[in-house]
C-alpha cells in the first residue's frame, strides 16, 4: 500500500498544478475576449499570495518528498496511530439557500483515503447491496434511471419519495462503527477499519481556526470531501436496502436519495414502513417535510395524492416515459440566457471593437462566436456535420458528451422543443438589441435575423465571409443553430446502436447540475 499512497500523492499533486493552470489559462481566455470584443487592454486583478494553512496542503511540498510522507503515513497506520491533520471546513451555498459543510483535507490525507476506498470497494462490491448505485465502481447514474424506469406500468403505479435530514451529517458514529466491525456486511482488514474510523473522529476547523491551532473533533456524521465518506455513506443504508429488497417492487438508492414504485398501495406502506424501521435501528432522521411520501403516478387524478411525474438523478418520470424536468429546463434557460449576454450584450458597456461587426450588418463574430458555445453545450463538442452525419448519411459518433449525451435516455422530447423555440427567440430579440445599441453608441450594424434565418444559418452569406476578417475564414464553419432535438434523436440513436459505453456519465451529485453538463467552450 505504500508504493500506491506514494503514487496517489504525486496524483493529487499533479492534479492541484494543472487546475491552477486550469484557472489561469481561463483568465487569459477570457481576457482575451475582452480585448477583442471591446478593444480595450483588460486590467491585471491584483495578486494574492497564496498561504497554506498546512504543508500538506502544498502540493509542491507533498510532490517533492511524496516518499518520505507515504512512508510515515504508512508507518502510523501498521501502528495504529494515524490520524489525519486537521481538515479545513468552508461552507458551499446549496439551490434551496442554505449551506452543506464540507472540509478539505491534505494531500497526503486525501490519497490514503482514495486508496483505501478502491481497495474496499473492489474487495466488497458483490457484499454490498446491488441496489446502491453511487460510488460503486461498476455502476453509474444511467444504470440507476434505466433499473428505476425497468419496472412493469400495467395499471396504477405507486411512488415513495423520502429524503433523510441532513444525512451525511447525521449518521451516528457508533452506528457506523457496529457496521465497520460486523464481518458479515463487509469485508476489511484491521488497518483499513484503523483509517476509517480515524477519519470519523478526525478534527477540523476553518482557517482562523487553523491559524490559532483551536480545532473541533467529529462526534456524527461522515466527513464530506473525503472519499472515506463516499464508502461510509452507503454503508449506513445498507440494512435499509436488504429490507426494501424482501418486499415486493422496485426501488434504486443513489446515496441518500431513495425511491421505491411498487404495483399497489398496500406494498407502497409496507415499503414506507421499512424507512421507518431503518431510521429506529440506525438513528437516522427522515425530513418530513421533504418527504413526498406515497404517491400516484397519472395524468388524472385518484382518490389519494397523485402526481403527474417525480424527478430523480436529473431525469423526469412520467407515464408517457423519461423527460427533462422543469426544474432543469429552468437552470437550462438561466445559462443560456447567461451565454447570450456575455457574447452580445454585456462587452457593450465598456467598448467595441469595429471589427466584430460591419457597416452593413453582414456579418457578427460574437453573434457566431454564441452559436459555437451553445453547441459546444448542447452537443458536448460535436460538430453539426458529425450530428447530422450520424443521423442521415451512415456516419459514426464515437462518444456523446455535454447536455444531449445525459439526456440520451429520455422518451419524452416536448420539453426539448419548448426549449429549441425559446433559445431561437431570445437569440433574436438580443439580435435586435443588440443593433439598436451598437447603432446609438457606436454607429455600427450587426445581423438582425428571423427565427428561420437563424435556424438554417443563411444571415451568414458568402458575401459576408468576403467582407469580414478573410485571415479567419475557413471552410468548416458552422452556422446553422443547435438543437437540443437534433442533439437528442443524435444521443437517442447512438444508445440504441452502442448502448451506454461512450456516453459520459456526470458524477456523484445526484442534483446533476446543469451547468457541470453543459461543456463550455469558445469560437474566437
Known sequence: MRNELRAEIKRLSKKAFDKKRKSFQTEQ?????????????AELPPEVPQNFIHRHFDPQHCKRHANAIASGI??????????????????????DGSKRGVMAFGIPDAALANVVLRRTLQRNKKRLSPHSYAYHPDKNVFDAILALNDFDQDGKLFAVQIDFEKYFDNIPINYLKSKLNDKSVVS????????YEAFL???????????????????????????????????????????????????????????AICGSYEGAQRLEKCFDSHCKQSGLIL?????PGIAVLANHQHEIRTINDFTY?????????LAMPQKTATKLKTKVSR???????????????????????????????LIYELRRGFYGGLKEADVIGFLYDGGRLNRMKGLMGFYCLIEDPAMLRALDGWTLNMVRRACVHRNRRLQAQYNRDCPTPGNR??????????????NGDSSLITDDVEVVFPSLVRGWRAARKHFFTFGLEGVQAPGYDSSIDVASLFDVGDYR
Open 188 to 195: 476489511l482488514t484491521p488497518h483499513e477499519r484503523h483509517i
Open 287 to 291: 425530513n418530513r417535510k421533504k418527504s
Open 29 to 41: 481566455k477570457y481576457r482575451s475576449k475582452f480585448e477583442k470584443r471591446t478593444g480595450l487592454e
Open 313 to 321: 438523478l436529473g431525469y423526469s418520470f412520467k407515464e408517457s416515459g
Open 74 to 95: 504508512w508507518h502510523k497506520v501498521l501502528a495504529q496511530e494515524y490520524q489525519p491533520e486537521p481538515a479545513r471546513y468552508f461552507e458551499l451555498p446549496k439551490p
Open 453 to 466: 434565418e437563424l435556424t438554417l444559418g443563411t444571415w451568414l452569406s458568402e458575401e459576408a465571409w468576403r
Open 201 to 259: 473522529h478526525h478534527r477540523f476547523g476553518d482557517v482562523s481556526s487553523h491559524q490559532a491551532s483551536s480545532f473541533t473533533r467529529r462526534i456524527k456524521g461522515t466527513p464530506q470531501g473525503s472519499s472515506a465518506s463516499l464508502f461510509l455513506a452507503n454503508l449506513a443504508n445498507d440494512a435499509l436496502d436488504r429490507q426494501l429488497a424482501a418486499e415486493a417492487g422496485k426501488f434504486v438508492r443513489f446515496a441518500d436519495d431513495v425511491v
Open 339 to 369: 451565454l447570450i449576454n456575455i457574447y452580445l450584450i454585456h462587452a457593450l458597456q465598456f467598448g467595441f471593437n469595429r471589427f466584430r461587426a460591419s457597416r452593413a450588418g453582414r456579418y457578427d463574430w460574437d453573434l457566431l462566436g
